[in-house]
Every structure is written in C-alpha cells, then in structure tokens.
C-alpha cells in the first residue's frame, strides 16, 4: 500500500509529455540556483567584489553582463582606448551584439531584467534541442538524465545571469541538429545569429569541414547527393566569413585592423606581466601552462607536461571512451573542434571552464550508465560542484583567479 502513491506518481511522470517533464527539471534546477545565489549573498563578506550584502541582481549584472549592458547602451568606441603605453584596453570590441541588444528589447527599459529573462528562456529551450539531438542516440531516458545533468551543471548559474552563453548554446544545439538530420538549408539562418552572438564559430566552421569530408569517406554506405556537397561547402564558406566578420567590422569602425584580437589580448596583462603583442595561435594555452605551473610552484616544463596529458587524455575519451562514442560522430566531431579552437585562442584561467559550455552534447555520455545509484550520484556530484562554482565566483569572489 506505501508504494502506491510513489507508483502512482512515476506512472504520472512517464505520462506526461516530454516539454513539460523537462520544463519541471528545468524549474526545479533554477529553484536550487537560485537558493544557491541567496546563500553566497548572505555569506558574501566586504571583502568581496560584489560588497556584503549583494542583491541576486547584483550578481545577474555582474562580470562580463556590464560589458553586454555598455554594448546594448553606449554601442561600440570608434577610438579604442589606450593606457600611457600606447597598449590597447578592455572595452566593448570583445563583446558580440546579438545578446546585448535581444536583452535590451526583452527587458523594456530594464536590461539586466531582459538579459536574465533571455538567458533563462534560452536555458529551457537549449534543454528542449538537446533532448532532441540526444535521443535518437542514446534513448529517451538517457537523455532526459542529460537534461537534468545539464540544467543542474556546475555552470548552470549562466542560466541566471547577462552573460550570451545560454544563447549561444542553444543556438548550437539546434545547428548540431540540423546538421545531423541534413537540414543543410535553415543553417543559412542560424549560422549568422550564432556568429553574431559570442566567438566560437570558427570552431563550427571547422566542424562542417571535418564532417563533410566524414560524409564523402563515407558515401559508398551512406549516399551524399550533389546537394548536400554544395551546401556543406557554401555554409563553410558563410561560416568562415561569419568568424571573421567581426574582425573587419571593428578594423572599419575604429581604423585599427587589428581592433578586435587587441581588445582580447588586453585581458592576458591581467595575468602576465610581458604578454604578446600580436596574437599567435596556440601560444595561449602554452604561455597559461607556465604561469599555472609557476603559481604552482613548479617549474615551466611541469605545465607543458600537464597540458599534454589533458590534451592527451581528451584526444582519447573522443576517439575511444564507449559513452562518448554511443554520441555519435558528429557530436564528437564538433567536440574536438570547439576544443582545437579552444586551444588555438585563449588563455586558460577560471573563465575557461565557462567556455567549455558549448561541449554540453558531451552530457549525454555521463547519462549512457543505466545505474539509478550512478545516474543520481552524478546529479548530486553537479549540484555539489554547481555551488562550488558560484561559491567560489560570486560568494567569495576577491582573488585574482575569481572570474566567472
């Protein structure tokens, strides 16, 4: 007689469709966000950035939200801004205009408001489309764990917060999708918006490369219509103009070709004191590996060491781990793509796990084991980390390293 209630309930649960069970997870998820937000305030300590007694809305316009609210309020600087040295400054350049301005409209007035709404609405219906891209490959209940893996995560705070990241991942997923079902023709649309949104899409671009020639290796068993081949090369084509269009916008608007890969290598001089002058890939990460190694207490060639083993071992889990190849090869695909492009243009400090967003497909490998024990371990070890993360970045946030 006990377990009728409980049977009763689950029975409900499976009855119900797909959106709203998913619109429940998603709920529940931003519920315990934002507990976790309330508790960090009331913790915060004057030494914080965000001051003793932080609002939740101190905390949704903190960090790079400043940077969206001076694009959708001020625009962009004709004269980049120079310090004594003649270097370039941090300004509004590294900061794309889509979210900034959609957040402006939704809010009517109050941007941080309409910034939290999109990133919020953003949220649930990335949740919807990886529910769709994950199903087919791993099965539906596997990747309504995913969902709730993903909704819960130790970056689901960007779901509460004026940063695009919640934008652009859904954007993501339904442009993985499309690509997946060789809906080729409403990427014409996406691309652009995704582009326009926050850097990454040269990683995509490099994805419908790899996964083009995947298509043609595979043609004898899979067939690939002279279409196809024409828009897998036209969307390249557009996606690698996207990638570098901000590039010529800000060199035409400031008459400084190299506007834009400035304005971001102004944010390395807060963490080394003689970095390049001129963008050189990959020098990112193996200048970051030094420094951490050094912060560390270790000598450089310890940093190199680590960096190839993560390297190493992420190389791996793409190309052999069971769970991550039960994705699919497309999701793999891009996987390794958005990391290539990852290493080829940063600099690893603490913004670098949020940028790890856009590997959200990759949540369906942690809900491939059937355990119950697992599958709810996993959730609670992402709550745990969940509050690590906003503990850390906004609760006691004073410390160079501290940056969402």
């Known amino acids: 007689m006990a377990y009728r209630p409980l049977t009763s309930v689950l029975r409900g649960w499976v009855r119900t469709p797909v959106p709203a069970r998913i619109a429940v997870i998603y709920l529940l998820s931003r519920l315990v966000t934002t507990g976790y937000f309330a508790l960090a305030a009331a913790g915060s300590s004057p030494a914080s950035r965000f001051g003793a007694t932080p609002t939740l809305g101190d905390y949704a316009a903190g960090w790079d939200a400043q940077w969206y609210w001076t694009v959708a309020t001020f625009g962009y600087p004709t004269a980049l801004p120079v310090n004594e040295a003649g270097q370039v400054l941090e300004n509004a350049w590294a900061f794309m205009p889509v979210y900034a301005h959609l957040a402006r409209v939704a809010g009517f007035g109050d941007w941080v408001a309409g910034a939290v709404l999109v990133s919020l609405t953003s949220g649930y219906l990335a949740c ?15 990747a309504l764990w995913a969902v709730a893996f993903f909704a819960s995560g130790p970056l689901a705070a960007l779901f509460q917060v004026g940063y695009a990241e919640s934008l652009f991942v859904l954007l993501l997923l339904v442009a993985l999708d499309l690509v997946s079902r060789r809906r080729y023709g409403w990427l014409y649309l996406v691309v652009p918006v995704m582009g326009f949104t926050r850097p990454g899409v040269l990683a995509f671009a490099l994805f419908l490369g790899l996964h083009g020639i995947s298509r043609w ?6 067939p690939l219509p002279a279409k196809d081949v024409a828009h897998i090369v036209a969307l390249g084509v557009l996606t690698t103009a996207v990638g570098f269009a901000w590039q ?27 970095p390049s002058a001129d963008f050189v890939p990959f020098e990112g990460f193996v200048r970051g590996a030094e420094f951490w190694a050094g912060q560390w207490g270790m000598p450089a060639w310890a940093g190199w060491m680590i960096l190839a083993v993560l390297v190493t071992g992420a190389g791996y889990a793409l190309l052999r781990a069971r769970s991550v190849r039960r994705l699919g090869l497309d999701i793999r695909l891009w996987s390794a793509s958005y990391l290539l492009y990852l290493l080829a243009v940063f600099f690893p400090q603490s ?7 856009p590997l959200t497909p990759l949540a369906g490998a942690l809900a491939v084991p059937r355990s119950r024990v697992y599958r709810w371990g996993m959730l609670l070890l992402c709550l745990l980390l969940q509050w690590a993360w906003i503990l850390a970045m906004y609760g006691s946030a004073q410390t160079y390293w501290q940056i969402p």
């Open 128 to 142: 919807l489309a990886l529910f769709r891209l994950l199903r087919a490959r791993i099965g539906a209940a596997a």
């Open 248 to 274: 010529v916008i800000a060199g035409l608007v400031t008459g400084d070709p190299g506007a834009y890969l400035k304005t971001e290598l102004s944010w390395r001089r807060n963490w080394l004191t003689d």
């Open 351 to 357: 913004s670098t796990f949020r940028l790890l967003f």
């Open 217 to 222: 290796v595979s043609r004898e068993r899979h």
